[in-house]
């Protein structure tokens, strides 16, 4: 009788395991189905006016619904704070944002860095009036600058480190909302000069562009992820992961990419983004909460 009992309760045990492995496997279907049918929201940090961010990722996004079958939703956001108060509170699940953004989001909310551009590297830009009478950095100490807002990181953060750090000036900041504004800003002579990026600056109407003239650049670093929100399932983020990989191995990728800008897509991972830990760049990050 006790191994007839023991054959028996060894029998049930394993009737119990099959049951058990049938529901996980059940559940693990349930729950991938669901990650695949709900709406994925991605953030854009704001560096060019709403309209040219639309234009530029709606077809991004559009070709990565194609690929992965997933929904995504482009959240807007007016200014560089408002994305940044969305950005550290989790709203997105995806979102594109700057090397300094990164590291507050990683350490806040655990976002994880996706792709990048591993084909260059960011710094920011001091331009002038070109028919300015100022010539080097120095004769900017207490005169007006514009910057897009005080966290965008090369136009902003980093280029006031440097000009406090490198420089040893003090300068009025004046905080314009976007990359744009800070060009036409100096162009038309509100301010002294203005902060910005070589890529928005490259892109500004020729009209703006050649009234300015850079007087200063940024020491280079790894330019903006693409990043997901930690509650996104591993297997939805390695979706998107591919097929921006995809993307931009194709010829029509590619050209999608490029007004990110994106030259050539890559792999990011939070150490891209080490360098930053040596500019202490806490002393200029302005906290809107």
């Known amino acids: ?10 029998y049930s045990l394993k009737r119990t395991l099959y049951r058990l492995s049938f529901v996980a496997i059940i559940l693990a279907i ?11 929201t991605v953030g854009i940090v704001p560096q060019f006016e709403t309209k040219r961010i639309h234009k530029i990722w709606h077809p991004i996004l559009a070709e990565l619904e194609q ?12 200014t560089i704070p408002h994305f940044e108060d969305e950005l550290m509170s989790g709203n997105f699940d995806f979102a594109y944002m700057n090397p ?23 710094h920011g830009v001091l331009v002038v009036r070109r028919n300015s009478g100022i010539q080097t950095v120095e004769e900017l100490n207490n005169k007006k600058v514009a910057f897009p807002s005080p ?37 038309i002579d509100q301010t002294a000069a203005g902060g910005g990026v070589q890529n928005t600056l490259n892109r500004q109407a020729p009209e703006i562009r050649d009234m300015l003239r850079v ?19 591993k297997v939805i983020r390695d979706k998107v992961h591919n097929a921006l990989m995809a993307i931009g191995e194709s010829d029509s990728g590619k050209q999608m990419l490029v007004h990110i800008p994106i030259n050539q897509v890559g792999p990011a991972s939070l150490k891209d983004y080490d360098a930053l830990n040596e500019m202490r760049l806490n002393r200029f990050y302005i906290s809107s909460n």
């Open 151 to 187: 966290n965008a990181f090369g136009a902003s953060l980093q280029m006031r480190q440097e000009l406090s750090d490198k420089f040893n000036i003090n300068v009025e900041p004046v905080y314009v909302n976007t990359h744009d504004s800070v060009y036409l800003n100096v162009a």
């Open 100 to 122: 300094y953004q990164i590291m507050l989001a990683s350490e806040s909310e655990g976002y994880i860095p996706l792709i990048r551009d591993v084909s260059r590297t960011l």
């Open 30 to 40: 349930t729950d991938t189905s669901l990650a695949e049918d709900r709406i994925y």
């Open 67 to 78: 690929r992965t079958g997933l929904r995504f939703e482009l959240i807007g956001s007016p």
């Open 1 to 10: 009788m006790l191994i007839i009992y023991s054959y028996n309760m060894l």
């Open 215 to 233: 007087i200063h650049s940024t020491t280079p670093v790894t330019p903006h992820p693409f990043a997901a929100h930690p509650s996104v399932p």
